[in-house]
């Protein structure tokens, strides 16, 4: 079908921003027509907030920062009953890519950047989100929205995926992927997320999924891929049958923990599973030089 361009769709808010004050810079409205969103939001620098909304907006953007301060780039069209958004942000006084990630790897003096963008969704349709954040810090509050696929790439960014209130995705979610490159990733109460299927893909940098939950999960599958970073996982409680299925060499380091038992070659799971176990949690990780650690908590 023939894309539709929505130019009502866009509002830019053009009022001055006294320093330090937060004010709306974009607003998308809701309209009927569109029963579901695809969000492609890609913040190459800076820190970035996502929240959820009760505001009817499929789209709402604040800053601290005027709106001249920082590069942004804005598309919007109707794909039939879907409304594709895409949005780039990039502070255009920040300092060097170069610069920042030389930071990263070393360290140094520099104070952190406390320019930021808040992002809030509506809780009243769905989305499929694609995020990419370059360098800077994220932060993604997924309670309560409505997730069916969502794809989040960071390159040299930290990203914190939680749900605050503990209030679980309102649809199941087909697809929970991430990648790292040489940044951080932690996603935290994957069992609420409701995704058949969790894929981790970590190059240099280090990611942390926590599937921590006495609850059933949705999910059934694992795919991991690690390089040369380290994967940290948190296994649900004892009451979820876990099969855990490696393929590593011998640059690798993999930490098991204590109620992981071997039971083949490169296979592990824990005393509630059996071979006719049902909602079995099945990781299946292909480790290359990088590290991965299983632990386990009881709160």
Known sequence: ????????????????????????QFSVENVSSCDK????????????????????DLLDIYSNQNLEDYNHSFSNEAK???CVL??????????GVGKKISYKVFGGNDE??????????????????FLDYGLGNANIDLSGLSISKM?????????????????ENKIEMDTFFVKVDMGSLSAKQLNLSRSKVVMADVGFGNMTLDFFSDKPFATHEVKGSVGAGNLIIYLPTEATPVLVKMSDSWLCSVHLSKGLKKIGQNTYCNSSYSNDSKNVLTFNLDVSVGKVVFKERTH
């Open 1 to 24: 079908m023939r894309a539709i361009f929505l130019p009502v769709l866009f509002h830019l808010s053009l009022s001055i921003v006294v320093l330090g004050q937060v004010s709306k």
């Open 37 to 56: 969103i695809q969000l492609h939001l890609k913040a190459k620098t800076g820190n970035c907030f996502v929240k959820p909304s009760e505001n009817t």
């Open 80 to 82: 039939g009953k879907t």
């Open 86 to 95: 895409k949005l780039g942000l990039e502070q255009e006084h920040s300092k």
């Open 112 to 129: 952190p950047d406390n320019k930021f963008w808040k992002v809030y969704l509506t809780e009243s349709k769905p989305y499929d989100l």
């Open 151 to 167: 794809k989040i790439n960071t390159g040299s960014a930290d990203v914190n995926i939680f749900y605050g209130n503990a209030t």
